[in-house]
């Protein structure tokens, strides 16, 4: 069984998204589950779990009507702005989907690296924990500290950092000091796991196995493959890549591990911390 536990689609007409846009114009058109079946199909994928694009709520609603009438999709990562007044009730709305597993703060786009540990954020994210609803945090390597300290304030609020926290691999950030002491941080904290993917966008169309793999190596040796788990971030890795080019990458690089850990990497680690 195989898990995409990273995918994405939006209908542009519905006038939200700040981006897809016109810098991207590979990926700026309408994406649904009628272009992602095949290529789950072809690629043995059964199940997945489609994360929001866009920081608003009416997003996600979209978003769990589509889970509701899509077989294939698992469960829905939305967004509710953590600060507002009315975030705990907003949150409690949509957790009556029971289809909600997590909610994904834009954090790489708020130029405050700090801005998720501020007060008013604090009572959403502790009834986040509370109710057991995960955190997606869509982060860059200026924000690895900031989600230890997330994750050791909620031992018990279950974090996954989407992307890596997006080294940029084609600038050979891999042996950037902050990206390499971040990782070391968050991953020491139990709570915290970590997607497989996103990578290739971060390292260009031209890449190859040898530039992923030094950092792909290093989120399973410090995760371990029980806090690993497999995206295809589809469609956005259509800009480096398709579907089935980083899949076929990832077995390959899985390939020398046990089959417990390769279970673990492509499904049993996103059905535990999605509880799907």
């Known amino acids: 069984m195989i898990i995409d536990a990273h995918q994405h689609f939006w209908t542009l007409a519905r006038g939200d998204y700040a981006w897809p846009n016109e810098t991207v114009a590979p990926i700026f058109r309408d994406f649904t589950p009628d272009d992602l079946y095949p290529l789950l199909k ?7 779990i489609l994360v929001q694009a866009t920081d608003t709520v009416a997003e996600t609603e979209f978003l769990l009507t589509i889970a509701a009438q899509t077989d294939f999709v698992a469960g829905v990562v939305g967004w509710v702005d ?7 009730a907003t949150i409690d709305r949509l957790r009556r989907n029971p289809m909600l597993k997590g909610l994904r703060p834009m954090l790489q786009s708020i130029p405050d690296t700090d801005w998720i540990l501020q007060d008013a954020a604090q009572p959403a994210l502790a009834h986040m924990a509370a109710v057991d609803l995960s955190f997606d945090a869509l982060i860059q390597p200026r924000h690895l500290s900031v989600i230890a300290k997330l994750a050791q304030r909620y031992p018990s609020l279950g974090i996954v950092v989407d992307h890596i926290a997006k080294p940029q691999i084609g600038a050979g950030q891999g042996s950037d000091q902050t990206f390499q002491d971040g990782i070391r941080q968050v991953a020491s904290c139990e709570n915290v796991l970590c997607k497989l993917s996103g990578m290739v966008t971060e390292a260009g169309p031209d890449w190859t196995p040898t530039d992923l793999t030094p950092y792909a190596q290093t989120i399973i040796d410090r995760f371990g493959a029980e806090r690993v788990m497999f995206g295809s971030d589809w469609p956005v ?31 049993g680690t996103a059905q535990r911390f999605y509880r799907v």
Not at 245 to 267: D, E, G
Request: hydrophobic residues 50%.
């Open 42 to 48: 072809q690629a043995g994928v059964e199940k997945t």
């Open 82 to 88: 953590l600060t507002a007044p009315d975030a705990i």
């Open 237 to 267: 890795v259509n800009l480096a890549g398709d579907y089935g080019k980083w899949i076929s990458y990832v077995q390959a690089l899985l390939a020398p591990l046990r089959a417990s850990a390769r279970h673990n990497i492509l499904a």
